[in-house]
């Protein structure tokens, strides 16, 4: 009898060892990366989501943060060291249908159309950005490498990725301080949310320097909006010099896979779910043409982010539903702005599930 009960004790006791392991393991992964996909007007979604991440003390850690679109705007908040609260009161107060401007709508929309390739002009949510930036660090005009700068004094300061579409040279691109330190963060985080058509293009010459009209007498590439090509950038980090210990045997830009990178993105449940069960979109019931136009915009979409997405990148990416809240630019009723954030609070709760078992333990 004894032998037998100290054979379960000691097969019980393995599991259990095993099981705190297991668990512990994820409680004390650091993430020193934060990627934010593009999501439009669902994007205050990330105001939980970030309201979550700073009570459970994961913003901390964090040294960079990189977004796209939607996902730019919040993590250059972030980056200049907005908290959760704070962040949460701008996204929600931020009046989306005063961003789009332009004299004479319907003339000047036309004109601005063919000359620049957007319909609003964009300023006044480049004038908005600014002055929130400056608002928190005091500087007119902040540009990555001045953000840089201060990120070497104050831990509240993070440093900032931000991804575009180069229309002309067909590819994505990342602005930050390693290759554009004298680019003003407003234009940059400005060129990535250019929907095409709807905003007006940005134009960059060969110096780096940006102008919102195409320059007479230099050539100027086109950019928009960087969820065209690279809406869910999880792999901005995935370099050897952006680990915690980077390998002393390799050149800083080998590719790895950073673990210390942790992504938000937005997701329909049907998506999330499909993408435990095999990595595969969920189907699109298609009843009328609202829903086919609705599956036509998914599968576009999903095709650009899964060139960038892995099966393996779901280890470190919290999905969050958006609770079937249409993508369309338009005003958010404040029922829909608390679902959305009271998911993304949820869905990092159910992240951290395991970490915060074995805290409470």
């Not at 009898?1 to 095993?18: E, R």
């Not at 789009?100 to 620049?116: M, S």
């Not at 990555?144 to 990120?151: E, I, N, S, Y």
């Not at 110096?207 to 809406?231: E, S, Y």
């Amino acid at each position: 009898m004894f032998q037998k009960v100290f054979v379960l004790w000691a097969k019980t006791g393995l599991v259990c060892v095993f099981f705190l392991l297991s668990y512990s393991s994820v409680a004390q992964q650091k993430y020193h990366n934060l990627v934010l996909e593009g999501g439009g007007i669902r994007g205050i979604a990330y105001c939980g989501a970030i309201q979550e991440l700073e009570q459970r003390g994961f913003l901390k850690d964090i040294w960079r943060v990189g977004g796209t679109s939607a996902g730019a705007i919040q993590a250059s908040l972030l980056a200049v060291g907005y908290s959760a609260a704070e962040l949460t009161e701008l996204v929600s107060e931020m009046k989306i249908q005063s961003f789009n401007d332009g004299q004479y709508i319907f003339v000047g929309g036309t004109q601005r159309l063919i000359e620049r390739f957007g319909w609003y002009k964009g300023d006044a949510f480049r004038k908005w950005i600014a002055q929130k930036i400056e608002q928190k660090t005091g500087v007119t005009h902040l540009t990555f490498g001045q953000l840089h700068a201060l990120t070497q004094r104050d831990s509240c300061y993070k440093d900032l990725y931000v991804t575009v579409t180069n229309l002309t040279k067909q590819k994505s691109m990342v602005l930050s301080y390693e290759k554009f330190p004298d680019l003003v963060i407003a234009d940059a985080v400005r060129a990535s949310m250019s929907i095409p058509l709807y905003y007006c293009a940005v134009f960059m010459d060969s110096t780096g320097r940006f102008h919102q009209r195409p320059p007479r007498t230099i050539p100027a590439d086109v950019l928009v909006d960087g969820g065209l090509l690279m809406n869910y950038p999880i792999g901005l980090f995935d370099q050897n010099r952006y680990l915690s210990t980077p390998q002393p045997n390799l050149p800083p830009e080998t590719p790895v896979f950073n673990a210390e990178t942790l992504g938000l993105r937005l997701e329909s449940a049907e998506q999330i779910k499909a993408d435990t069960q095999g990595f595969e979109l969920a189907s699109y019931p298609i009843r009328s043409f609202k829903t086919y136009m609705g599956a036509f915009y998914t599968l576009v979409s999903e095709a650009a982010n899964r060139y960038n997405f892995r099966p393996e990148d779901l280890k470190r990416t919290i999905s969050i539903d958006f609770q079937n809240i249409g993508a369309k630019v338009r005003k958010l009723s404040e029922a829909e702005k608390n679902v959305l954030i009271g998911s993304g609070k949820k869905c990092v709760g159910d992240f951290c599930a395991p970490s915060t078992v074995v805290s409470q333990n």
